[in-house]
Nanobody, 114 residues
Framework: QVQLVESGGGLVQPGGSLRLSCSASGFIFKYRPMSWYRQALGQERELVAT???????TYRDSVKGRFTISRDNDNNTVTLQMNDLKPEDTAVYYC????????WGQGTQVTVSS
């Protein structure tokens, strides 16, 4: 079955950096677009970034120039490098793959606070 396991969240001061990783299994990773979503407390889940099987990247406007999504098709991992973090980036971050349905990891908390 599909499994997505995120890691790398934590507490960071504004302007700091974090790197999130997602390890995937249970499907042919190299053929699927992979995405990161986030959900802040009391808000809807929102798409942060997507990377196609061939490495084409798209981002929501608020993270452009600060976040970078990457994938390693040999190791079935997708990462999200987050720089210049802001308090409004505080959320639980989820790895996602869409097949017949959406599959999600358990999420990893990112808190940006001084």
């Amino acid at each position: 079955q599909v499994q997505l396991v995120e890691s790398g969240g934590g507490l960071v001061q504004p302007g700091g950096s974090l790197r999130l990783s997602c390890s995937a299994s249970g499907f042919i990773f190299k053929y699927r677009p992979m995405s990161w979503y986030r959900q802040a407390l009391g808000q809807e889940r929102e798409l942060v970034a997507t990377i196609s099987p061939h490495g084409i990247r798209t981002y929501r406007d608020s993270v452009k120039g600060r976040f970078t999504i990457s994938r390693d098709n040999d190791n079935n991992t997708v990462t999200l490098q987050m720089n210049d973090l802001k308090p409004e980036d505080t959320a639980v971050y989820y790895c996602n793959v869409r097949r017949d349905i959406d599959y999600w990891g358990q999420g990893t908390q990112v808190t940006v606070s001084s």
